[in-house]
């Protein structure tokens, strides 16, 4: 089993930036696809951005391609989006999740852990 937590959401004004981060326990992430997605009040959670194992290929939703970056630290065990250029259209709720086998996915339904969510707020 693979336990995710994700941190560093909060509350920002438009035109800022966060960074938020994914940190892994229970077994080694390092072979593992994994992404972030989000969740929005009263809409489907939904693809943001995901990174292979080895890190090299990345992938973003187009809403936020040039504005935010996957990124890894398999010696860490620990996944980051840095999102800058902050929009209030990002408030979400953003989950990060990992795929268990197979390649990099942007399906919700690809995931096999997820974590709980961090809380991001732009405001306008």
């Known amino acids: 089993q693979v336990q995710l937590v994700e941190s560093g959401g909060g509350l920002v004004q438009a035109g800022g930036s966060l960074r938020l981060s994914c940190a892994a326990s229970?077994?080694?992430?390092?072979?593992?696809?994994m992404g972030w997605f989000r969740q929005a009040p009263g809409k489907e959670r939904e693809f943001v951005a995901t990174i292979t194992s080895s890190g090299d290929t990345t992938y973003y939703t187009g809403s936020v391609k040039g504005r935010f970056t996957i990124s890894r630290d398999n010696v860490k065990n620990t996944v980051y989006l840095q999102m800058n250029s902050l929009k209030p259209d990002d408030t979400a709720v953003y989950y990060c999740a990992a795929r268990s086998s197979g390649i990099a996915t942007t399906r919700v339904g690809g995931m096999d852990y997820w974590g709980k969510g961090t809380l991001v707020t732009v405001s306008s």
């Open positions: 229970g077994r080694t992430i390092s072979g593992y696809p």
